[in-house]
């Protein structure tokens, strides 16, 4: 047991307050969206600043879930966060491993090109010219092969591979293990925090994504839910204050309050799962004593 002086107490409850105090401020604003988003118009006009609603309503969550394509909207962005997800840790995994050995040939160069992809690119006309030729304009794979490897996690996996002590891909050669074995069997074990901050990154770029799909996708069924949202958005906002009054449909700011929440939700419902390893993972960069 430590026993704590009068004074370290204090401070420790002086601490805890702050840590408190800098937590809601950070809640406060979540809390502010979901409230607006299931309180009636009259009562933000009345209120101002609402957290706790006095009366609710779900008119914006209906107006938001009863457009059109949403729930394919969902289907798409599902499959792009999933599948791609995957194929991006795979192959990032892939191409970090035999990067991090000093012995491959040609590693500096293959290293030089792919840092120069982090500083230049082509651009947005020969980028899509390029997507134009490989016949991958209008279909859900546009959405993840252009993108398929990140440069920047890319080298982060490599410096992490670099960090592991050889001598256990050695003792696990001696053993009879090849590359792909010591990869898949010692390597990607040791690596969870990495591989699921990674993950956790490339995950939230594909749900939060907009821009490929209205430069790539022309086809409304394949339009990922920030478009269906940001339509949907547009299609409210063109409506005047006179005939939402008399339709009786909700503001065009609760739906935008919705819009965030339905957006957000399922994000903060898989961060907990890789909170563990992502606080480690944040360290990857950090000076090693």
């Known amino acids: 047991m430590i026993h704590l ?54 008119l914006a969550y209906k107006e938001v879930f009863i457009s059109h394509g949403l729930w394919q909207a969902y289907k798409i962005t599902l499959f792009r966060t999933i599948i791609g997800t995957a194929l991006n840790v795979f192959f990032t995994v892939i191409a970090a491993y035999p990067l991090s050995k000093k012995y491959l040939p040609g590693r500096s160069p293959f290293l030089l090109f792919i840092v120069f992809t982090m500083m230049f690119s082509g651009g947005l006309i020969p980028t899509y010219l390029l997507i134009r030729s490989l016949g991958l304009l209008n279909s859900p794979w546009v959405l993840i092969i252009p993108n398929l490897i990140s440069a920047f996690n890319l080298v982060i996996i490599k410096g992490f591979f670099e960090q592991l002590p050889g001598e256990i891909e050695e003792s696990a050669r001696v053993d009879g293990a090849s590359e792909l074995q010591s990869l898949w069997r010692i390597i990607l074990p040791l690596s969870l925090p990495v591989i699921s901050t990674i993950s956790l990154f490339y995950a939230v770029g594909h749900w ?48 935008q309050m919705a819009t965030v929440v339905v957006t957000t939700i399922p994000i ?22």
């Open 268 to 289: 903060l419902i898989v961060y907990p799962f890789l909170q563990k390893h992502f606080t480690k993972g944040v360290l990857l960069g950090s000076v090693k004593g």
């Open 5 to 58: 002086t009068i004074g370290e107490k204090v401070w420790q409850f002086v601490v805890y307050v702050i840590l408190i105090f800098l937590s809601l401020l950070c809640l406060l604003p979540f809390l502010y969206v979901i409230a607006v988003s299931v309180t009636p118009e009259s009562e933000v006009l009345r209120r101002g600043i609402v957290i706790i609603p006095e009366s609710f309503t779900f």
């Open 208 to 255: 939060n994504s907009y821009f490929d799909a209205i430069v790539y996708i022309n086809d409304s069924d394949l339009m990922p839910l920030q478009v269906v949202l940001r339509n949907i958005l547009l299609n409210v906002a063109t409506q005047s204050a006179e005939s939402l009054a008399n339709s009786g449909t909700v503001s065009t700011f609760a739906v």
